[in-house]
């Protein structure tokens, strides 16, 4: 089994900054893809940035880019979010997920095959 497990949430004000961890333990297999997800109360679930395990090639969603960087540390099997110049409408549920195979489609749920349980990260104006 794999299990993707984030930490880093919770509150900060309007301009702040978070990070955000996202550790694998179980399998111990190379992931291909790892990425972020978030999902606000009454909007579906959106993407936020991925990393390619082996080349590090990432993407991001046009509402974080220039906001948010994503990264990985390959020998701690983590991918991070660091999340600068908040707005409230970062407000969500973030979640990491690990995808093992390739896929074109980095930016579709549906690539992803492990799915964190999501922490809270609330941005008050």
């Known amino acids: 089994q794999v299990q993707l497990v984030e930490s880093g949430g919770g509150l900060v004000q309007a301009g702040g900054s978070l990070r955000l961890s996202c550790g694998a333990s179980?399998?111990?297999?190379?992931?291909?893809?790892m990425g972020w997800f978030r999902q606000a109360p009454g909007k579906e679930r959106e993407f936020v940035a991925y990393v390619t395990w082996n080349s590090g090639a990432i993407g991001y969603a046009d509402s974080v880019k220039g906001r948010f960087t994503v990264s990985r540390d390959i020998a701690k099997n983590t991918v991070y979010l660091q999340m600068s110049s908040l707005k409230p409408e970062d407000t969500a549920v973030y979640y990491c997920?690990?995808?093992?195979?390739?896929?074109?489609?980095?930016?579709?749920?549906?690539?992803?095959?492990?799915w964190g349980q999501g922490i809270q990260v609330t941005v008050s104006s």
């Open positions: 179980g399998r111990t297999f190379t992931p291909y893809t």
């Open positions: 997920a690990l995808a093992r195979y390739s896929s074109g489609t980095y930016s579709y749920s549906g690539h992803y095959d492990y």
